[in-house]
């Protein structure tokens, strides 16, 4: 799996929403400024050709939808960042999370238990 820029993210997390969509459907979720309609469908082909997103012939208009699960993309992105930017260690990215955003104990204990209960 490739990674996706942000523009791209954008549009995905857009697709999973909706499901199936045409890129006018799309635009329109999209929030302020809105890019224009043939950035979306340039985004779109991108990722078609990166086999992410494929569509289906509707008149003459093509309606999209992700070949991929959101899930799928999640566990492949954390694991990238866990390998490029934590030396391969959940543990350490635990920790750098936990510091940054000041966990308290108490959410610090919550987290544990949900990892527990897995």
Do not use: C
């Not at 340039?42 to 003459?60: D, S």
């Not at 999209?64 to 492949?76: A, G, N, S, V, W």
């Amino acid at each position: 799996m490739q990674t996706l820029t942000r523009a791209e993210e954008q549009i995905m997390q857009k697709l999973w929403e909706l499901k199936k969509a045409y890129v006018k459907e799309v635009l329109e979720t999209l929030p302020a400024p809105k890019p224009a309609y043939n950035t979306v469908s340039t985004i779109i082909r991108i990722l078609e050709r990166k086999g992410v997103v494929g569509h289906e012939k509707t008149g003459k208009s093509y309606l999209y939808y992700p070949l991929i699960k959101k899930d799928e993309y999640r566990k492949f992105s954390i694991k990238k960042l866990i390998h490029g930017y934590f030396d391969g260690s959940f543990a350490n990215m635990a920790s750098f999370f936990a510091k940054e955003e000041d966990l308290s104990a108490e959410e610090l204990d919550e987290v544990m238990n949900h990892l527990k209960n897995k």
